[in-house]
């Protein structure tokens, strides 16, 4: 579903993806952990080419893109593969709820309004704000904003969900609705991929968890290997740490 083969990241001078291999099987949560500075969303934002590698090749099904040789076309195509959700909730904030959602299908998909909106209403129900329509983003908590954000990435019928520290802009009292629904959006069969520092929220719903530091993958493992029996002595270290101050 997704094969990443060494993929290098310079920004200027500096280093920071440094030959990332990766493959993520179609249906596989996985989640991304490790300190802040470790390459973690800028990994993220490559796979999509919202930061275009310096060198490497991104695969997702059918479609391989090499960063060196990247063309608009081949960007846009693989970029259509994916559904992404920023830290930030980059809502339209002149357009209402139901618009914020279907204007990617009217937009990217070409769908009709009335379709697009009957398939907007749907997904705006998976992710329990059908009582929000016609609010605009002002008018919504933080995490309301954020399901709208997922509903937004859902309503494309990507292959691939992208979740970029989906609540790091949250008061902590906002966070469980949230996960709560990223977890419902986890049992319905999608592949994605999440960059988090809730690392319950990880163990509970990864299938596999990379640990990243430094612009590399330290470890990868199960979450019950990642947590109980880890291998990495920085691995060890970070969990420990983070785990004290949860």
Do not use: W
């Amino acid at each position: 579903m997704i094969k990443l083969e060494n993929i290098h990241k310079y920004y200027d001078k500096q280093h920071v993806l440094k030959g990332i291999n990766l493959t993520v099987d179609k249906g596989e949560v996985v989640s991304i952990l490790g300190p802040s500075g470790s390459g973690k969303s800028t990994l993220l934002r490559c796979i999509n080419f919202l930061e275009q590698p310096t060198s490497g090749t991104v695969e997702i099904s059918d479609k391989r893109v090499d960063a060196e040789s990247a063309s608009k076309a081949d960007i846009i195509s693989l970029r259509s593969s994916t559904g992404m959700v920023f830290q930030q909730y980059n809502l339209f904030k002149n357009f209402t709820v139901l618009q914020n959602v279907m204007v990617g299908l009217t937009s990217v998909k070409r769908i009709n309004k009335v379709e697009a909106q009957k398939k907007s209403m749907e997904i705006l129900e998976r992710v329990g704000l059908t009582n929000r329509l016609s609010h605009y983003p002002a008018q919504l908590s933080g995490g309301q904003q954020q399901r709208v954000g997922i509903a937004r990435a859902l309503a494309l019928n990507p292959e691939v969900l992208l979740f970029d520290e989906p609540t790091s802009s949250l008061d902590p009292e906002l966070v469980d609705e949230v996960l709560a629904t990223i977890k419902k959006v986890a049992t319905e069969g999608n592949t994605m991929l999440i960059v988090t520092h809730e690392l319950n929220f990880a163990r509970e719903i990864s299938d596999r968890i990379i640990f990243m530091e430094d612009g590399v993958i330290i470890e990868e493992g199960t979450a019950e290997q990642i947590f109980n029996h880890p291998k990495a002595e920085r691995t060890k270290q970070f969990i420990s740490r983070a785990i004290r101050n949860n």
